[in-house]
């Protein structure tokens, strides 16, 4: 048997049981019922939990709240794919996921849905194998509750639930931190470059020559494009920041080279936004004779993105210009030096040129046309 303490914070008690000692809140609802309940093993979630009734119940909340209470999982999945569904990132990477989600917990109150039960959804998700038949990684259990996470930090804002589940723990997550560090030399770049088919080849160069991630090289519009100004003005998938890439020789060649079929400038099928180019790429990698490596080394699509940034430190280009250039929007110096002049950016941009022989690989001739920097063919 437990026994219930009282502690020298008004309205919080502690429970002692077999387990150890846990925290708990005790207050009087709107109706003057009594209401004793548990929040957790730390004493800010009890101290935040009675704040939050006290303010309900000074606002006039607290029936509403009730209510909130018998939302279930269902209805936060409905609300929170209106919310997101014209957003790019559900139509690439969630869509896909939502059976999984409503399969699972489908009519669950969400007070239902604790830590222990997202603890056995990830182990069950673990056991399922990809859609090509292979093991699921961390990387994508991460991912998947990773939307698990942002839809109860919903929840919680719209007082749908107490606490967000998530906040419970900090294993549910894997703990690696390790980053890529796999970046290709000219010479695997171009032996990659030389084993890609037509399709995949162009997408390859512009990966390595601006450094673009590739959710924003599959979205990329010709509208985003102006060849006058030599520049890519877009808004970035991961950042969601409106980024100008100023356009070096090469890869104005490299885009008057390419066919128009569209809007999309590399488009998949029926027009459509690309997804993936795994298969192809990977079969490149295997073409290219390559090593593909293992784990950070592993030879990978974002590993073209690395390839920019070391090709322009090789070439001269100080920190300030690649943190600038490839937009690591998470550092404090490219916060701080946001909006370095056009010419200082276009500069960079040329340290790239003639390093993967564009005319040899679109086999158009390249001509200067000294007014505006165009290539004509």
């Known amino acids: ?54 303010n309900l119940k000074r ?7 009730i209510e909130a209470r018998k939302k279930t999982f269902n209805d936060l999945l ?11 990132f559900f139509q690439n990477s969630i869509r896909y996921f939502i059976p999984v989600l409503r399969g699972k917990f489908n009519n669950w109150l969400l007070s239902e ?17 990809t859609q090509y038949g292979g093991p699921r990684s961390e990387r994508t ?31 549910l997550f894997s703990k690696k931190t390790g980053k890529r560090e ?54 970035e998938e ?14 104005i060649a490299l885009f008057q080279s390419l066919s128009v079929k569209g809007e999309l400038v590399f488009p998949g099928r029926k027009g459509k936004a690309l997804t993936n180019v795994d298969k192809s790429f990977k079969k490149a990698v295997k073409e290219s004779g390559l ?24 070439r001269g280009a100080d920190t300030l210009m690649v943190k600038n250039y490839v937009n690591h929007a998470s550092t404090q110096m490219t916060e701080r030096y946001a909006h370095l002049s056009e010419e200082y950016q276009r500069r960079t941009a040329q340290l790239l040129d003639g390093l993967y022989d564009i005319q040899r690989v679109t086999g158009k001739k390249m001509v200067r046309n000294e007014e505006n920097q165009n290539i004509s063919t």
């Open 238 to 251: 991961k950042t969601k920041k409106s980024r100008t890439i100023h356009l070096s020789e090469d890869m």
């Open 113 to 129: 849905i604790g830590y222990k039960e997202l603890e056995d959804f990830r182990n069950e998700r673990k056991k399922v194998p």
């Open 78 to 88: 409905d609300a929170y794919i209106k919310k997101v569904q014209d957003q790019k």
């Open 1 to 54: 048997m437990g026994v219930y303490l009282k502690t020298r914070y008004p309205g919080i008690f502690q429970y002692q049981g077999r387990q150890g000692g846990v925290y708990g809140i005790d207050y009087y609802d709107t109706d003057g019922k009594r209401v004793k309940k548990v929040t957790g093993s730390l004493l800010k979630d009890a101290q935040e939990q009675l704040d939050k009734m006290k």
């Open 291 to 314: 090593d593909p490596g293992k784990g950070s080394q592993k030879i990978v699509f974002h590993t073209l993105r690395h390839s920019c940034i070391s090709q322009l430190i090789e």
């Open 182 to 235: 796999r970046a290709l030399t000219p010479i695997e770049a171009r032996q990659l470059i030389d084993a890609s088919s037509e399709k995949i080849k162009p997408i390859i160069l512009v990966a390595l020559l601006t450094g673009l991630r590739k959710n924003d090289i599959f979205c990329l519009r010709w509208t985003d494009i102006d060849f006058d100004k030599a520049r890519i003005t877009l808004t």
């Open 59 to 65: 606002k006039g909340g607290y029936r509403a709240f």
């Open 141 to 171: 259990l991460d991912i998947e509750l990773s939307v698990l996470h942002k839809m109860f930090k919903k929840a919680f804002q719209w007082n749908w639930i107490e606490q967000n589940p998530f906040d419970r723990g900090d294993d």
